[in-house]
């Protein structure tokens, strides 16, 4: 293996699944729902199916799928997109943020993020040759630090990685949080790769503010999302970008040498599940929400301290009462201990001391798997 990417092993999710398929523990560590979405749009596959549209779509993506992205940046947050020239249909979110990383950095070159990040993000960065500075969002409140902010950028910021809403955080990043990003992006010429894939995930009223959308930044922006979270289709592999149409040409040109193209009779259900009406979108929010704070409460109750996240269906938790010391050490030993898989933080973390004793828990599970796990974790106590 490559010198680049031997750091970066198997992943912490396809571990601890493997983890809860041989223990038989409640798996809440690998986000992904147990629950299939709109009907509609799994009647739209197996029609697409049926109807013989299983050879290679287009590069760019299906026509329908190009247009349904563009009609839905343009309903939820007015932002208007060429179709044509503007979105690329990928295989699903970690493609559109490879192809786009590997599109804008050259060996060198640095890309701001946040940390705990999602995994991916460190090995595209790597893979580009390219290097990462962070700054720490620190539970339980998960703030943006704007002096450390600051100190990531450099002459040599070439890009900025964001997500938001955030995993694993469940953090939700605030408008003036978003504006100082932005500032600091336009002040070092730099691009912003923002992440969106939970956008639709957000609770409590919490306002899902599209980095696209704030002064002078539509023309420096590409955004990710993908129809695994907002449809629970996470097996499809449904994702694209948008953004300035010179950004979009460079992610295509990278991304016929990575898949070439994807998930063919997917594409065109996902363009239906898009345009359903504001109630289905409103439903999985709504859904999750409750989810959210069943298992908040049952955390809680267990005397753990508990951020409570306004975006995505990951709750983090600090395991300390329950004997955590070393995080990956204790995700490994929970299965046995309680029978139940969580996801350590350190692991998306360069510096694993922020988040020594955290455990991710996804909470996007049938309810009574989530009372399941939380009767298993009391039993531990
Ligand atoms: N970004 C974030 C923040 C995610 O949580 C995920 C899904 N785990 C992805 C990207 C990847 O999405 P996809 O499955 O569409 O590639
Ligand atoms: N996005 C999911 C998570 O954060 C898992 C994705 C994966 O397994 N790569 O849990």
Not at 193 to 204: G, P, R
Request: glycine share 8%.
């Amino acid at each position: 293996l490559v010198s680049r990417m031997q750091s970066f092993g198997t992943t912490i999710f396809a571990e601890m699944s493997a983890l809860a398929a041989s223990t038989g523990a409640v798996n809440l560590g690998q986000g992904f729902p147990d629950t299939d979405g709109p009907q509609a749009m799994l009647d739209a596959a197996k029609a697409a199916i049926d109807g013989g549209r299983n050879q290679y779509p287009p590069g760019p993506g299906v026509p329908e799928l190009l247009t349904a992205v563009a009609a839905h940046q343009e309903r939820f947050y007015g932002i208007r997109l060429d179709p044509a020239s503007q979105v690329l249909v990928t295989a699903g979110a970690t493609e559109a943020i490879a192809a786009t990383v590997l599109a804008l950095c050259e060996p060198g070159d640095e890309v701001v993020t946040f940390e705990p990040y999602y995994d991916s993000y460190a090995a595209t960065i790597a893979l580009a040759g390219a290097t990462r500075r962070t700054s720490v969002l620190r539970f339980p409140d998960f703030a943006v630090d704007e002096e450390s902010l600051r100190a990531a950028f450099t002459p040599r910021t070439r890009l900025v990685l964001l997500n938001t809403p955030h995993n694993p955080t469940g953090k939700v990043f605030t408008r003036a949080e978003l504006e100082l990003v932005a500032s600091l992006a336009r002040e070092h010429d730099a691009w912003v790769v923002t992440d969106e894939v939970y956008e639709h995930l957000v609770f409590d009223g919490a306002e899902h503010v599209p980095m696209a959308t704030l002064p002078g930044m539509a023309e420096r922006t590409i955004t990710v999302s993908s129809a695994g979270k907002t449809f629970s289709a996470t097996g499809w592999k449904v994702g694209w970008l948008s953004g300035p149409a010179e950004a979009v040409a460079a992610a295509r040109t990278v991304k016929q040498f990575l898949t070439f193209v994807a998930s063919g009779p997917f594409q065109p259900a996902v363009a239906l599940a898009l345009g359903l009406g504001d109630d289905v979108y409103d439903d999985i929010a709504a859904s999750l929400q409750r989810k959210r704070d069943l298992l908040c409460e049952a955390l809680g109750d267990l005397g753990l301290d508990v951020s409570r996240p306004q975006g995505t269906y990951f709750v983090i938790a600090d395991a300390a009462p329950l004997g955590a010391v070393d995080g990956l050490e204790f995700a490994r030993r929970l299965p046995s201990l309680a029978g139940v898989v969580g996801v350590p933080v350190s692991v998306f973390h360069d510096d694993p001391e922020a988040a020594r004793t955290l455990i991710r828990f996804a909470f996007c599970k049938q309810d009574s798997v989530l009372h399941e796990a939380t009767r298993r974790l009391a039993g531990a106590r």
